[in-house]
């Protein structure tokens, strides 16, 4: 798992959508322009239109899944595919996109190479969330888990 949730990301997911995904970059302000890439990073799915699909493509990721079906459910099924703001869902990949942490539900450890990596800069952004210093008191498990 390479992501911290603040609060619940659900409240940010329209009731109509059956597919909803986060995505590296939301580049303006529609949440249902399907040229936007997957993230895996949260995804959110009604059962209905999904289970039907993910038979259909055995062994395919959720992100890969959801950028392959994204058109294909909407055309065919009128299937309701959104991707939620990063405003809400954020991530490294635009890490010079300012943050509100008022608003921020999850934070996403995308476009960061190698696990140790993404746990140091995640726990940075937790603790930068809560004011706190983003370094581990000594004797905590933060502070003697292996890296």
């Given at each position: 798992m390479d992501m911290v949730w603040f609060r619940n990301p659900l409240l940010r997911v329209p009731v109509a959508a059956d597919l909803a995904m986060s995505c590296d970059m939301f580049c303006g302000d529609n949440p249902y322009d399907l040229d936007k890439r997957a993230n895996g990073g949260f995804a959110y799915a009604r059962a209905s239109a999904w289970y039907g699909a993910r038979g259909a493509h055995p062994g395919k990721n959720e992100q890969d899944l959801f950028d392959k079906l994204k058109r294909e459910l909407s055309a065919a099924h009128g299937v309701a595919?959104?991707?939620?703001?990063?405003?809400?869902?954020?991530?490294?990949?635009?890490?010079?996109?300012?943050?509100?942490f008022?608003?921020?539900?999850?934070?996403?450890?995308?476009?960061?190479v190698?696990?140790?990596?993404?746990?140091?800069?995640?726990?940075s952004a937790a603790c930068s969330r809560s004011g706190r210093s983003s370094r581990p008191r000594p004797g905590s498990p933060a502070a003697t888990s292996p890296r």
């Open positions: 595919a959104q991707f939620v703001d990063t405003d809400y869902l954020g991530g490294f990949c635009e890490r010079r996109k300012r943050r509100d008022n608003k921020l539900r999850t934070y996403h450890g995308n476009c960061l190698g696990l140790r990596t993404k746990l140091e800069r995640l726990r």
